[in-house]
């Protein structure tokens, strides 16, 4: 299905399931829905109202002719497709990226939001790539590199050394998959995956989606689920810990970046007795 946002993209969502409404917002920058509805949907249609989006630029969605492709567009975005369903309030799913896009919605439209569910989310991308950068030298055997924080294109530069080295190596699924077969996987799955080239290099060419978003967690109130990987070097095992909600439940998972590939049963579990517990209160 579609919808038309205010500028004239015409955004792609699918809405499958019954119980309370929930909005699942990928990761990338510039990946899709379809792989997350294909592992969890099964089991998340069960008590929630699933709402997959594919972003502006990202999937199945247009792209934007004019690269608009801000925060704030992708946050309003969000809202306008909840207007244009005719829902209340919502859960928000954030996966990876996604995180910040989920954050962010929950700090502006907190009356919209009924809690997060945070899945292997980065919300300071300049920790995760640095993170993405050291465990890359280390799998490369090469020393890591000395970056000055405030040398924005140096770390952009370094981050692509790395990534286009770990895939000459075939070793890039080592940051985020525990097994080669789970990318295998997967990789049939987006075999018809197309997005804007304009979005990702967007992003990682904006000092605005490298802020420190983790700043804006002390401000949330809504209660927030955070699922981690113990072996998640895409964002990295540990950036949880700066996290600072004020109603927080986390969950240590064994998975790496994927948990609703690697540890399916684990993952619906833990998100059924998150919001079991909201609606017992």
Not at 175 to 182: D, S
């Given at each position: 299905m579609d919808f038309v946002t205010s500028d004239g993209i015409k955004l792609y969502y699918e809405r499958k399931g019954n119980g309370i409404p929930c909005l699942y917002l990928h990761g990338g920058p510039g990946y899709w829905s379809k792989s997350f509805q294909h592992y969890a949907g099964k089991y998340l249609e069960k008590n929630f109202d699933m709402i997959y989006l594919d972003q502006r630029g990202c999937g199945r969605s247009e792209y934007s002719l004019s690269k608009e492709y801000s925060l704030e567009k992708i946050i309003n975005d969000i809202e306008e497709l909840r207007i244009f369903l005719g829902i209340k309030?919502?859960?928000i799913i954030g996966h990876s990226f996604g995180g910040i896009l989920a954050v962010n919605y929950a700090y502006y439209f907190?009356?919209?939001t009924i809690g997060l569910i945070l899945s292997n989310v980065t919300l300071c991308m300049y920790y995760s790539f640095m993170h993405q950068i050291n465990k890359g030298s280390e799998?490369?055997?090469i020393e890591k590199p000395v970056i000055k924080k405030d040398d924005f294109k140096s770390f952009v530069d370094t981050f692509y050394f790395i990534l286009k080295e770990l895939l000459i190596k075939g070793d890039y699924f080592k940051?985020?998959?525990?097994?080669?077969?789970?990318k295998k996987q997967l990789?049939?799955?987006d075999q018809s995956l197309q997005s804007d080239p304009n979005f990702q290099q967007y992003?990682?060419?904006s000092k605005e989606y490298f802020q420190d978003f983790t700043?804006?967690?002390k401000n949330i109130k809504k209660r927030v689920l955070v699922i981690t990987g113990e072996f998640d070097d895409a964002i990295g095992p540990e950036h949880y810990l700066s996290f600072k909600f004020e109603n927080i439940v986390i969950h240590k998972i064994k998975s790496s970046h994927h948990p609703y590939i690697e540890n399916q049963i684990e993952f619906k579990n833990i998100i059924e007795d998150f919001i079991h517990k909201d609606y017992q209160k």
């Open positions: 309030e919502w859960y907190p009356n919209r799998i490369l055997g940051l985020q998959f525990l097994e080669k077969e789970n990789d049939l799955i992003v990682f060419s700043l804006l967690t």
